[in-house]
T-cell receptor, first 118, second 112 residues
Framework: AQTVTQSQPEMSVQEAETVTLSCTYDTSESDYYLFWYKQPPSRQMILVIRQEAYKQQNATENRFSVNFQKAAKSFSLKISDSQLGDAAMYFCAYRRRWGSSNTGKLIFGQGTTLQVKP | DTEVTQTPKHLVMGMTNKKSLKCEQHMGHRAMYWYKQKAKKPPELMFVYSYEKLSINESVPSRFSPECPNSSLLNLHLHALQPEDSALYLC???????????FGQGTRLTVV
């Protein structure tokens, strides 16, 4: 069974600085997706960034980038130039890509609460 | 438009009530999902609909009954709930079961 682990329950960062959130996962699959979702107090889960396992290049979306290490099964999120609006709970998630039992199920980590200090 | 709309935003119901949660998307997505989320925990998958057919039920109690009337709508019918069912219920959709999911804002359900 696939599992996702986020070992940092809480993190804090000063506004305008950089922070990295950690995520590791375990799977026997070779083809899958990894995601980072953000959930602010407004409750909506917002997709921040996605990475396809077959792509070696790390995904980037504006101030958000990932460090994807497939062999180490590591998928960290770097937030540059942190803003007050980045304060939220961040979830790392895994989804298998293909297969007869590809139900679309997202497997989430336990989440990391990010505080941004002004 | 990447919007998934859920109604109502808040719901308080008694243990003998029957109520329904509604979810709508107009992105042409063919997979839709219900998740349950407790405070400070990750969402837990309840149901998956693919092409309007129920493809996964994660051993959810029968007091939760999903329905997919068409490709844009997803309902969750609630009956005889327990206080421990109080949670945030999130709906999501994706182009297919292999693509990224987009979530609605959720319904905060309180069972009294």
């Amino acid at each position: 069974a696939q599992t996702v682990t986020q070992s940092q329950p809480e993190m804090s960062v000063q506004e305008a600085e950089t922070v990295t959130l950690s995520c590791t996962y375990d799977t026997s699959e070779s083809d899958y997706y990894l995601f980072w979702y953000k959930q602010p107090p407004s409750r909506q889960m917002i997709l921040v960034i996605r990475q396809e396992a077959y792509k070696q290049q790390n995904a980037t979306e504006n101030r958000f980038s990932v460090n994807f290490q497939k062999a180490a099964k590591s998928f960290s999120l770097k937030i540059s130039d942190s803003q007050l609006g980045d304060a939220a709970m961040y979830f790392c998630a895994y989804r298998r890509r293909w297969g007869s039992s590809n139900t679309g199920k997202l497997i989430f980590g336990q989440g990391t609460t990010l505080q941004v200090k002004p | 438009d990447t919007e998934v709309t859920q109604t109502p935003k808040h719901l308080v119901m008694g243990m003998t009530n029957k109520k329904s949660l509604k979810c709508e998307q107009h992105m042409g997505h063919r997979a839709m999902y219900w998740y349950k989320q407790k405070a400070k925990k990750p969402p837990e998958l309840m149901f998956v609909y693919s092409y309007e057919k129920l493809s996964i039920n994660e051993s959810v109690p029968s007091r939760f009954s999903p329905e997919c009337p068409n490709s844009s709508l997803l309902n969750l019918h609630l009956h005889a709930l327990q206080p421990e069912d109080s949670a945030l219920y999130l709906c999501a959709s994706s182009q297919d079961t292999g693509a990224e999911a987009f979530f609605g804002q959720g319904t905060r359900l309180t069972v009294v």
